[in-house]
């Protein structure tokens, strides 16, 4: 009896071990955070996976400090304790220890400080970018502005709100379940929107960031960052998108009561079709005049009164 409850315990660690490695290995398939999902994402731009690096780096130092102060602690409690006769020494400091401990802390700082202050003077560089994309924050949704692309104005503008299906889903009564809600195969309730942010893959992109109303915070974990979106203030930040993707942020600034129905969507492209859909949507003014092109204004929907 007891062995065939031990057997079934066993198995019921391997079948837990077994999803839960599932889970780990979809987690690093996806580009956008799945359940269980246990670490940061390493993203999609150099600087997401520098951030990432920085994280793993600072996780193993703080492992590695545990190890020994907790097997020093287990040692001195079990090994010296008073049932085996320890005597407690009569000295009262080592000068040489104190330095050890006092200089390995500070070479650890300076190994982990490097490298980040570094990332942080590269993170502000928004100098020698290709496009420019100017965001405003609303509530509840984002404008988005293409300002420039290759040194030409564009004049692309249009406003991106939560997706209908979410929308139609958070209502009181509406009797739909949010695991209805799906992008494929991605579960998307409240992560999805009617317009995304469609980018090149391979361009430097510089954002200025700002609001209308209150203040937000516009940010995707796949690139790395979020940058607050202040009235009255202009922010800026940049990315470079490695691989091709959708990638999905939110408002990471409570705003008010619609602040969960204001997702982002990024959706990066290759560069030739990027420059194919920005074609497609050139008003006709801009189209005759120039090679850049913009599309006209997309009407805003209604705000969700969630």
Known sequence: ?????????????????LSTSGLLASAAAFAN?????????????????????????GL????????????????????????RGAVAETWSHSSKL?????????????????????????MANVENADMTVKVTGYQWRWAY??????KKSTGVHFISSLDSDSYRVSQLRSGMSPDSVKDGDYSSYLLNVDHPLVLPVGVK???????????HSWGVPNLGWKT??????????????????????QCVELCGRGHAYMP?????????EFEQWLAAQAPPAVAASAAAVAPAPVAAPAAPQG
Request: overall charge positive; charged content about 15%; some cysteine.
């Open 228 to 249: 607050d979106a202040i009235p009255g203030i202009i922010n800026d930040n940049w990315t470079q998108i490695d691989t091709p993707g959708v990638y999905r942020g």
């Open 205 to 215: 992109i510089r954002f200025v960031i700002t609001a209308d109303d209150v203040i």
């Open 98 to 122: 104190e330095a050890v401990w006092t200089a390995i802390p500070v070479l650890i700082l300076i190994v982990m400080a490097w490298p980040a202050t570094k990332l942080l003077v590269d």
């Open 33 to 57: 955070p799945v359940p269980w999902q246990l670490n940061m994402a390493p993203g999609v731009t150099s600087i997401s996976q520098r951030i990432y690096g920085l994280h793993m780096l």
């Open 145 to 150: 502005d293409y300002v420039d692309y290759n």
């Open 60 to 83: 193993w130092v703080c492992v590695a400090i545990g190890v020994v102060v907790f097997s020093a602690m287990l040692i001195a409690m079990f090994r010296f304790r008073k049932s």
């Open 1 to 17: 009896m007891i062995s065939s409850g031990v057997q079934r315990g066993h198995r019921a660690l391997a079948a837990f071990m």
């Open 264 to 272: 982002i969507v990024v959706k990066a492209v290759p560069k030739a």
